[in-house]
């Protein structure tokens, strides 16, 4: 079965701290990918990555950077966290279908 | 670049009527068309897809219809049950690999059985 697994379901920040979401996924798939979810404006790509050490820019990147050190694992840095990332993050990992993980929902206070 | 639109944002059906959500995109290129559900508090799953060399798929109680001259694509759920309420999302992509393989998102519909 396919699992992609966020370590975090509810984190609480505080403004100016540096946040890390974790992700691993089992499929062994190359594609893995962060979205940031707010009511009204769906599901927004923030990065993706093809690879292990290859990242890309998606729509939103601005506040964020990612690692991808091993294949299975993708995390998302907030460098200095804000109020405006308060939000519910989902990773998903690809291979010819993207599978979401459970999302973790972030607070920054 | 991509851009998807989804209709409408909101839907309340009465349990047993159908429901339909409609999807518009702008690359012509598009290949790939899947339908997400997230039920309140979960992760959103795939429910059905179609490739552009397809015009209609079913599966039991849901269908998805494909119009690549009009660019339009739409989800159809019929018999309407109250554990069918939750948001569902479109997506567009071009592909399988690289950025041209990386799903579009509409909005989303929030989509309302009442029993």
């Known amino acids: 079965d396919v699992k992609v697994t966020q370590s975090s379901r509810y984190l609480v920040k505080r403004t100016g701290e540096k946040v890390f979401l974790e992700c691993v996924q089992d499929m062994d798939h190359e594609n893995m990918f962060w979205y940031r979810q707010d009511p009204g404006l769906g599901l927004r790509l923030i990065y993706f990555s093809y690879d292990v050490k290859m990242k890309e820019k998606g729509d939103i990147p601005e506040g964020y950077s990612v690692s991808r050190e091993k294949k299975e694992r993708f995390s998302l840095i907030l460098e200095s966290a804000s109020t405006n990332q308060t939000s519910m993050y989902l990773c998903?990992?690809?291979?010819?279908?993207?599978?979401f993980g459970s999302g973790t929902q972030l607070s920054v206070l | 670049g991509e851009n998807v639109e989804q209709h409408p944002s909101t839907l309340s059906v009465q349990e047993g009527d159908s429901a339909v959500i409609k999807c518009t995109y702008s690359?012509?290129?598009?290949?790939?068309f899947p339908w997400y559900k997230q039920e309140l508090g979960k992760r959103p799953q795939l429910i059905i897809d179609i490739r552009s060399n397809v015009g209609e798929k079913k599966d039991q109680r849901i269908a998805v219809t494909l119009n690549k001259t009009a660019k339009h694509f739409s989800l159809h759920i019929t018999e309407t049950q109250p554990e069918d309420s939750a948001v569902y999302f479109c997506?567009?992509?071009?592909?399988?690999?690289?950025?041209?393989?990386?799903?579009?998102f509409g909005k989303g519909t929030k989509l309302s059985v009442k029993p």
């Open positions: 998903a990992s690809k291979e010819r279908k993207l599978f």
């Open positions: 997506a567009a992509s071009r592909g399988y690999g690289g950025s041209q393989g990386n799903l579009i």
């Open positions: 690359d012509s290129a598009s290949n790939y």
